[in-house]
Structure formats: C-alpha cells, structure tokens
C-alpha cells in the first residue's frame, strides 16, 4: 500500500514524465488482435499454401488424416509460437535492462548476453551433443547468467560506474570474445556452418518439445517482469531517487537481472541470436505509452511478439524454399535504428 | 627557475628510462623471434636453425625454416606492429582508452570482402595470391569511411562517442550481411572462410611479406612523424583547437592511416582483434603516453604478442586470433573494470 501511493506520488512531481494509458491501452488490444492475424498468416503461409480455414480447423477440430492438418500442427504451430513467445521475451528483457539500467543502449544482443548463452550451447554442440531439451536450455541459462554477471560485475567494478557508451564497448567486447571463442570450438568440432544459421536466429527447427519448456520459462519471466514493472520506473528515475523513496535497489536489480537472463537465455536455446529486438521496441513503446513500465513491458511484450512473427514470416518469404536467417531481416531495420541512437549520442533516458 | 631545472632533470631522466624500455622490447621480440622459430610441429634446435640460416641445414629444415615458419614469424612482426600502431592512434585521437582498429569496422569491412569473394569464386585455389588482400583491404577502407561519415555531423565533425556507437552499429550491419552470405557456401568455401575469419595468418609466404612490407614501410614514418600531433589531439577538441592543431584534417589523416595499417594486415593476417587494443595499452604502462616514445614501444609490443599468440598456435593448431582473443580478453575486461 505505502510504495503505492508513494509511487504515484513521483509520477505526480515529475511533469515530464507522462503515461498515456490511452494510446497502451489501444496498443494492447489492437496489437493483440493484430498478433493473432499474423500468427495465423504465419502459420498459412510457407512452402505449402495452407487456406486460413484450414489453419482454424487444424487449431480448433484437428483431424489427423489431413496431411495439412499434420503440417500445421507438428510443424507450423510450434515455429509461430515460438517466435512470439521469444520476440515478447526479447522485447521484455530489453525494456527491463533500459529502465534499470537507464541506458538507452541495453540490449540482451548488445550487451553480450545472448553470445554468453551460444557460446554454452557451442560447449554442448561440441562435447555432450545428445542433450535433451530439457538440459539444454539449463547450459544456456548458465552462460547468459555468467555472461550478465560479467557485465554487472564490470559495473559495479569500474569507477564510477558504466556510462551507456563504455557499457555498449563492454558488451560489444565481451561478445567479440565469446563468439570468437565459440567460432574457435565450431572450427575445431566442424559444427560451425550448423551452428552459424542457429547463431544468427531462425526458428525453423523448433519442435512442440523446445516449446513446451520455454513456455513455462517464458511465461513465468514475463510475469515476474509485470510484477516487477512498477518498481523498474521508480528506478528509472534513478537509482539514489528509487533508493529515497523506499525501494531495495539491490534485491530489485538483482530479480531484474534474474528475469533477464531467464528470459534471455530461454529465447536464444530456441531460436539463437536474435538482436535488436530488445533495443528498437522498448524504444518505440516508451514512445508511445510514456514511461511507466507497467505499460511499457506489456505492450513491449506484444509488439515484441508482432515484430519477430513478421520477421520470421518474412524470411520465409525473401527467398521460397529457403529461409533467410531471421537475425539478419531484424538487423535491416535494427541497424538504422541503431545508427539513429547513435546519431544522438545515447541520449535520452 | 630552479624548479624548472628539476623538472627538466627528472623529464630527461624519465625519457632516457623510456628508451631503454624500448630497446628493452625490440630485444624481446628478437628473443621470441628466435623461439618461435625453433618451436612448431617439428622442432629444430637453435643450432640445427643457425646452421640453416646459414645455409648448411639439410633440404627439409630449409624447407620448414625459410618456406613455412620464417615468412609466417615476419607477417607476425608485421601485422602485429600494424595492428598496434593502428590502435595506437585510434586511442590517442578517440581519448578512448577501449579503441581497437575493430571499433571502426575495418576487421568486418575486410571479412565482408573475403567472403564475398570466396562465395562469387568457385575455386579458391585458381585466384591469384594477391587479390584476396587487396579485396580485404578495399572492404577495411570502405567500411572505415562508411563509419566516418556516418559519425560526421556538420556541427561538430566526427565525435568520439558517434565514432564509437556508430562503429558498433556498423559492424552489426556487416556482421548480418556477412551470416546471410556464409548459408550460401559449401562446406570446403565455409572452412577456408571461417578459418579466414578466425585469424589464422593464412597467407603465410614470402609474397605476402612483399605485399606488406610496402605498405608498412610507407605508413610507419607518416605515423611516427605525426607522433606530436597525436600528443595534442590527445588532450581533448578544445584544447588541442586552442593549441592551434586543426582537427578536423588531422584527425581525418591519421584515421585513414590507421585503416590503411588496419586493412593492410587483416588482408594479409585475418580478422586478428585485440592486438591493437593491448599492445598499445602495455606500451602506455611501460614508457608513459607521450607518443614519440610510445608508437615505437607499441609497435613492439604488439609484435611480441603476435608472435608468441601465433606461435601457440602453431603448437596447438587454433587459429591466431583465437588464441590473440583469449590472451586478450582477460586484460580487456581487467582494464574496463578499472578504467575511469
């Protein structure tokens, strides 16, 4: 009740800061509508057509005797849903790290945090190949963990802390050094051009089993991060602000930090590195519904999800009967927007 | 006056100091030199090596020592102190202390081209042994300059903060196109192109220290001659427009010295990192940052890392710049922690 009142009390002081519960609320509802249109087109469209009426039938009365039926339930389904579930929990590890971290550069992908997750998952490649799903993704929890602990170890660290640039240096480095290290484990084991499509991001091997898991890791992440949005804007305003008005900037940094790597690293054992995603739609949904996170992670997480299903069914369609890696259709519109932020300086935040 | 006289003193006493590290170093790297060439798959012993320097080893050591190991040290030499000199000056014209020749995209730009390259060629083996670099080096300029003028700004020219995000947004750029084009070679183009990307000093002959050498001994003087310009350029914009340095053209001239160093050596050594990032940094521990002293002692050093990274190699059969980014990274992530 207290850090209620007290929260809204800091809205309150602050005129600058707004929040358009309005234009959220439009975001959430619309977006949500809109998912389901492309996950549906997503699930129709692909190296067999697949009418719309045929997608409803094969979700709602499956009929195992349809070969189509067959496609969209064992092979079409999955990869939609992952895509959403992944590109909702990219978004909302981005938007988690922005407002803790008040810097407008933070991205699981930039900062290292995925490379930390493939470079454990070029180990298991490499030496304990026949890994279960199950166990796998735990391999990746571990690098991203260890990859986030560089990371906030170097902050804590360093004198005077990270600037948004030297964090961006921080992160471009570490992932220079651990991809270097995973190239040199794929040059050595010969898995390289495997692991290279799946270091790029692509969804099209995913199977219910990997859906399955990260269902319930994303799913709980994701919650955890709604559970937690209203302390990350009290945050945002700034760690000695946070800590005046009452809030344990430790422990919330720390769960921050633990629902970024779960959700981080969950993503990347399904469907590898996918940047950018994590950068460019916090940004664009502080944009549009202010600067409270209790409005930012939900609809971040949705239009996470649009923005990564319309990728993936974008890469499908660059070149029929072969699939562009998804990590590079998302860089196209990720680096201007990158050279965008950097045109500012970093700024804002 | 007199505390003037001292002042003058202890500078002279520290300079002299300085030079004996430096010479200190150039003996090192004459030392690792030597090991490194007794060391690799086949051992040759120090005197087995004199012999054949000398002309009396039998055909195989000459072979191994004059065919495979003695080109492959020298690029080392080379490429190490290219790669040193062209972070050398990126850290003194960025006042960035994490400069590497990397931040301004050149190691992608030259990956960018080779892959291109080996992707449109269907035999690697057919194509003469020096487009590869001159490919490499055009792809290092061009993304060198891509970054440039992607940091330019009318108002105030070519920040350090824009130089560095947009080099990172840059590399990101080249990195995707670099995924999407590797899906598209076969396994044998894949190998000789990771193992490219890798660093691995693949081009290891006599004709690729000739397409170096002239390249270095032209850049070198420019840079050493430039050594008091990068003393002022170090000390900030304001200042060093105060002092009457003119920036902007200065700043342009030694960066594109430094993507000519750059470029030069990731055509002929691969996309190595961390060299131009480290050996100017130990440089700077030993002999302080006055640049007349510590181009020549980063030259150095960077040669003596490369060299013994590459001869661990050898020994081990990794690519250098696998080895380079484990010596490296460590040192990288012990001086962000401690960097101001």
């Known amino acids: ?349 | 006056m007199a505390a003037k006289s001292i002042y003058a003193a202890s500078d002279t006493k520290r300079r002299a100091k300085a030079w004996s590290t430096v010479v200190g170093l150039a003996l090192l790297v004459v030392v690792v030199f030597i090991v490194s060439m007794n060391t690799g798959y086949i051992r040759l012993s120090p005197l087995d090596v004199g012999k054949t320097l000398f002309g009396f080893g039998t055909d195989k050591q000459s072979l191994i020592l004059f065919q495979f190991r003695l080109p492959r040290i020298v690029i080392s030499v080379l490429v190490g102190a290219g790669f040193a000199l062209a972070g050398c000056i990126l850290q003194g014209i960025t006042r960035n202390p994490l400069a590497d020749p990397g931040l301004i995209g050149v190691n992608s730009g030259a990956s960018l081209m080779v892959i291109l390259f080996v992707a449109l060629r269907p035999s690697i083996s057919a194509s003469p042994p020096y487009t590869l670099p001159f490919l490499a080096f055009f792809g290092a300029a061009a993304a060198g300059a891509v970054v440039y003028f992607l940091a330019y700004k009318k108002s105030d020219g070519v920040s350090v903060l824009r130089l560095v995000l947009v080099g990172i947004a840059v590399q990101a750029g080249i990195s995707a196109a670099i995924i999407v084009l590797t899906q598209r070679l076969n396994p044998e183009q894949y190998q000789f192109a990771a193992t490219w990307l890798a660093g691995s000093l693949w081009g290891a002959n006599w004709k690729f220290v000739l397409t170096l050498l002239p390249w270095m001994a032209v850049l070198v003087p420019f840079v050493m001659s430039k050594a008091r310009t990068l003393n002022v350029l170090s000390l900030g914009d304001h200042l060093s427009v105060g002092l009457g340095a003119r920036l902007q053209r200065e700043r342009l001239l030694l960066l594109l010295a430094a993507v000519a160093l750059a470029g030069s050596c990731v055509a002929v050594g691969g996309a190595i990192s961390f060299i131009g990032l480290i050996g100017p940094h130990l440089a700077r521990r030993l002999v302080g940052s006055r640049h007349e002293i510590l181009l020549a002692a980063s030259a150095l050093s960077g040669s003596v890392l490369l060299i013994a990274a590459d001869t661990i190699s050898r020994v081990s059969d990794t690519p250098t710049g696998i080895i380079v980014a484990i010596i490296g990274a460590p040192y990288f992530l012990y001086l962000l922690a401690r960097a101001r």
């Open chain 1, 1 to 349: 009740m207290a850090t209620h009142s007290i929260g809204e009390g800091a809205h309150a002081s602050a005129k600058k800061l707004r929040t358009r519960p309005l234009a959220a609320s439009v975001i959430l509802i619309g977006g949500l509508a809109l998912l389901a249109l492309s996950m549906a087109l997503s699930i129709s469209i692909g190296a067999k057509a697949i009418g719309l009426s045929a997608v409803w039938d094969a979700v709602w009365h499956f009929n195992g005797d349809l070969t189509d039926h067959q496609i969209i339930r064992s092979l079409r389904m999955p990869r939609t849903i992952a895509c959403a579930l992944t590109g909702a929990a990219f978004a909302v590890a981005g938007s988690v790290m922005q407002g803790m971290t008040r810097n407008p550069l933070a991205d699981p992908g930039l900062l290292g945090i995925n490379a930390g997750a493939g470079f454990m998952l070029a180990i298991c490649f490499a030496f304990i190949p026949h890994l279960l799903f199950g166990q796998l993704i735990w391999m990746s929890f571990a690098g991203a963990a260890g990859a986030t602990a560089l990371i906030y170890g170097l902050g804590s660290l360093s004198r005077g802390g990270l600037t948004p640039v030297r964090l961006a240096l921080a992160g471009s480095a570490v992932s220079a050094l651990l991809l270097a290290l995973s190239e040199g484990i794929a040059l050595k084991y010969r898995i390289g051009q495997s692991l290279d499509f799946w270091l790029f991001g692509g969804a099209a091997g995913v199977r219910w089993a990997q859906v399955d898991v990260i269902l319930w890791w994303i799913g709980g992440g994701l919650l955890a991060a709604m559970l937690l949005a209203r302390y990350i804007t009290l945050l945002s305003l700034g760690d000695e602000t946070a800590a005046g008005i009452g809030v344990r900037v430790g422990w919330i940094k720390l769960i921050g930090a633990v629902i970024i790597l779960i959700l981080a690293g969950a993503s990347v054992s399904v469907v590898g590195f996918v940047s950018f995603i994590g950068l460019m739609v916090p940004h664009i949904t502080r944009y549009l519904v202010g600067v409270s996170y209790r409005w930012i992670v939900p609809c971040s997480a949705i239009l996470g999800a649009l923005l990564f299903v319309l990728a993936d069914l974008g890469a499908r369609m660059v070149r029929p009967g072969s699939e562009t890696p998804v990590g590079a259709l998302i860089a196209i519109i990720g680096v201007p927007f990158l050279l965008y932020l950097a045109r500012r300086e970093g700024r804002e935040l």
